[in-house]
């Protein structure tokens, strides 16, 4: 069954310095991979997703995220964090050939140091 | 342009009463989920429903009914509500791609704040 780790409940990074929020992946076929980011009182919203072809990935608010199949990894990185990047991120998985479901990771809270 | 909409946004119950959280998506959408968001736990599925008149049971069911209304919308049912199903609830929906399956990310509601004494 496909799983998702997410290190770190908690980061902190000052303002103009590299964000990275690390996401490993299990699963046995090709999965599909998913940043969401949820800002306080508010539902997930889609940062980026990587199904097939380039590995690199770019998003919204400038985060981009790398698929490594060999690490079975999918970090998420932004060069320069700035203040209103403070939300929690969950890196989510899903299946090809399955079903409709996403499996979710914990989710990392980011927290921005000025 | 509203997405999905759930209500009610903020709820407080007694243990053993009973309620009901609505959804309702305006994009057409043919998938639609519940799930429950607990600190620390992510987020875990508690119901699906692949299409209209159809609903499988996810990670946490227990405690829960779903009825899937029409396209649109789908509830979820608390018959006796416990201290153990104090949470944020959260709806969301998706297309299935074209290879029918998960490629397509799930659009999401803003919660419903659910407090059970």
């Known amino acids: 069954a496909q799983s998702v780790t997410q290190l770190g409940s908690h980061v902190s990074v000052s303002e103009g310095a590299l964000v990275l929020l690390r996401c490993n992946y299990s699963?046995?076929?090709?999965?599909?991979l998913f940043w969401y980011v949820q800002y306080p009182n508010q539902g997930l919203q889609l940062l980026l997703k990587y199904t097939t072809g380039a590995t690199l990935v770019k998003g919204i608010n400038g985060f981009e995220a790398e698929f490594k199949k060999s690490e079975t990894s999918f970090h998420l990185t932004k060069p320069s964090a700035h203040m209103s990047d403070a939300a929690e991120y969950f890196c989510a998985v899903s299946v090809r050939f399955r079903d409709d479901k996403i499996i979710f990771g914990k989710g990392t809270r980011l927290h921005i140091l000025p | 342009n509203a997405g999905v909409t759930q209500t009610p946004k903020f709820q407080v119950l007694k243990t053993g009463q009973s309620m009901t959280l609505q959804c309702a998506q305006d994009m057409n959408h043919n998938s639609m989920y519940w799930y429950r968001q607990d600190p620390g736990m992510g987020l875990r599925l508690i119901y699906y429903s692949a299409s209209e008149g159809t609903t499988d049971k996810g990670e946490v069911p227990n405690g829960y009914n779903v009825s899937r209304l029409n396209k649109r919308e789908f509830s979820l049912r608390l018959e006796s509500a416990a201290p153990s199903q104090t949470s944020v609830y959260f709806c969301?929906?998706?297309?299935?791609?074209?290879?029918?399956?998960?490629?397509?990310?799930?659009?999401f509601g803003d919660g419903t704040r659910l407090s059970i004494l």
């Open positions: 969301a929906s998706s297309v299935p791609g074209r290879e029918r399956y998960s490629n397509q990310p799930q659009h």
């Open positions: 699963s046995s076929v090709p999965p599909y």
